[in-house]
Every structure is written in structure tokens, then in C-alpha cells.
T-cell receptor, first 116, second 113 residues
Framework: EAQVTQNPRYLITVTGKKLTVTCSQN?????MSWYRQDPGLGLRQIYY???????DKGDVPEGYKVSRKEKRNFPLILESPSPNQTSLYFC???????????????FGQGTRLTVV | GENVEQHPSTLSVQEGDSAVIKCTYS??????FPWYKQELGKRPQLIID???NVGEKKDQRIAVTLNKTAKHFSLHITETQPEDSAVYFC????????????WGAGTKLIIKP
């Protein structure tokens, strides 16, 4: 089954304790991205990746890191989480995004992160 | 860069009536405009999209219209049903060296029985 899988689904952690949220897709998509969703603010992009070893900052990258060593995986790393990073996080993938090649974004199930 | 504004933030309609959600964008170079539906506790899913070379696209009870001159696009849902209750997001593609989707803040659609 074609899907985007995030883990964990729920996470409660303490300020400053490094964590990683994994994202994996089995559709051979080139484009992957991370979003955070907060009430009244919609979906805000954190980082995105056009392809392996190509990553770029989205609108709210501060406090986050990503890597794209393989096509299928795009982990989100919080080196030193803070309470303002408490949010619902979504990973998404698309075949590609480019000139006249914009395609559907498939989202993971979401990760609800609480930083205390 | 691109800015997408979405209105209203909440929309309540009687079952069977029509619902319209509107979005405006700022970058005249944007050429792809998708709409996503997010049911409570679920992930967003694409319901319809439109490219800048067409003015309207329809899929059963949902339709999207695009006015490039005015830089706005709208989602129309006819004969609304309880299962249409959800949060709807519009988006526009932005090119700034790379391509990224810029999202509206979302509209919570409530269908009253």
C-alpha cells in the first residue's frame, strides 16, 4: 500500500532532550517536506527536500534540522526542544514539485509533540 | 514571497445548501492551486486542484474557480452533506529558487443537520 509513515504518533518530552521524528515513504517520491500545524495558523512548512541530499528551509525552520540521505526517508530532528515547539507535525511527499509538474502531496498520519 | 489568505475561518451551512470558501494569493507567477480536506484527527487529503491555464474545474459536488487577474480562487461545495464537515485548506505554489506550497490558514466547515 502506497503510504507515508511517521513515527511516533504521540510524544511527550522535556525541554532540551534531543528527539527525532521519522518519516518514510514507499512511493519513490522526489519531494518531501515537514509541516507544523497550529490552531489558526494552518500548515507552516519547516523544511523541504527536492531530492536526495537537497534540503531547504521553509517558513519556520528555527530549532529544527532535517536530512535526506536516502530517497524514502526524511527525518525531522529537534536538537534542543522547547515548549514553543509543541505542535502537530506532518510529513508529506510528492512525486515532484517543479515548473508545470506540481503534484499531489501525500501526508503522514501526524505526530503530536508536547514539550514540557 | 507568496502569501495566501483564506476566508472565512469558520463557515456554518445547513445540510443541502452550498458552501463557498475563498482564497487570495499575492504572487502572479503562481500556477498551481490545490485544495485539501482535513477531517477531525486525520491527515489532510487532496480533494481538487486547478492549474492556471483553466478557469474552472469540477468533480461531482465540488468545483474550484480561478480568477488570475484578481488573484483569487474559490472552492464550491454543492448539496452539502454531514461528511463534508472538516477543515479545508487552500494552497498556492511558490517559486523562490525552489518550489514550495504556501498554505492558507484553513476554514472549518460545519454542516448543520
Amino acid at each position: 500500500e502506497a503510504q507515508v509513515t511517521q513515527n511516533p504518533r504521540y510524544l511527550i518530552t522535556v525541554t532540551g532532550k534531543k528527539l527525532t521524528v521519522t518519516c518514510s515513504q514507499n512511493m519513490n517520491h522526489e519531494y518531501m517536506s515537514w509541516y507544523r500545524q497550529d490552531p489558526g495558523l494552518g500548515l507552516r512548512q519547516i523544511y523541504y527536500s527536492m531530492n536526495v541530499e537537497v534540503t531547504d528551509k521553509g517558513d519556520v525552520p528555527e530549532g529544527y534540522k532535517v536530512s535526506r540521505k536516502e530517497k524514502r526517508n526524511f527525518p525531522l530532528i529537534l536538537e534542543s526542544p522547547s515548549p514553543n515547539q509543541t505542535s502537530l507535525y506532518f510529513c508529506a511527499s510528492s512525486i515532484r514539485q517543479g515548473p508545470n509538474q506540481n503534484t499531489e502531496a501525500f501526508f503522514g498520519q501526524g505526530t503530536r509533540l508536547t514539550v514540557v | 514571497g507568496e502569501n495566501v489568505e483564506q476566508h472565512p475561518s469558520t463557515l456554518s451551512v445547513q445540510e443541502g445548501d452550498s458552501a463557498v470558501i475563498k482564497c487570495t494569493y499575492s504572487d502572479s507567477a503562481s500556477n498551481y492551486f490545490p485544495w485539501y480536506k482535513q477531517e477531525l484527527g486525520k491527515r489532510p487529503q487532496l480533494i481538487i486542484d486547478i492549474r492556471s491555464n483553466v478557469g474552472e474545474k469540477k468533480d461531482q459536488r465540488i468545483a474550484v474557480t480561478l480568477n488570475k487577474t484578481a488573484k483569487h480562487f474559490s472552492l464550491h461545495i454543492t448539496e452539502t452533506q454531514p461528511e463534508d464537515s472538516a477543515v479545508y485548506f487552500c494552497a498556492a505554489i511558490q517559486y523562490s529558487g525552489n518550489y514550495q506550497l504556501i498554505w492558507g490558514a484553513g476554514t472549518k466547515l460545519i454542516i448543520k443537520p
